[in-house]
């Protein structure tokens, strides 16, 4: 009968290891971009990480800090 904390470590564990797994394998450029946009946390296209090198946000929030500046 397993302990209920081992079997909590054991979930995390594998959570941990599932989003490493998830990373892209990609070469990274030597200007990285955000996985994540810096705002609301999304997730930003490969491509867009690529045509944009360094960027922080997604298209969404990169938009509305431009058009909404102030
Ligand atoms: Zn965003």
């Known amino acids: 009968m397993a302990d209920f904390a081992d079997i909590a470590s054991d979930y995390s564990e594998q959570v ?3 989003t490493l ?3 892209p394998r990609f070469a990274v450029h030597s ?3 955000a996985e ?3 705002d609301c946390g999304v997730s ?3 491509a867009r990480r ?3 090198p360094g ?3 997604c298209v969404d929030c990169q938009g509305y800090r431009e058009g909404r500046r102030g």
């Open 16 to 18: 941990l290891q599932r």
């Open 21 to 23: 797994d998830a990373r």
């Open 31 to 33: 200007t990285l971009s």
């Open 36 to 38: 994540f946009c810096e």
């Open 44 to 46: 930003i296209p490969q």
């Open 50 to 52: 690529e045509a944009v």
């Open 55 to 57: 960027c922080e946000l």
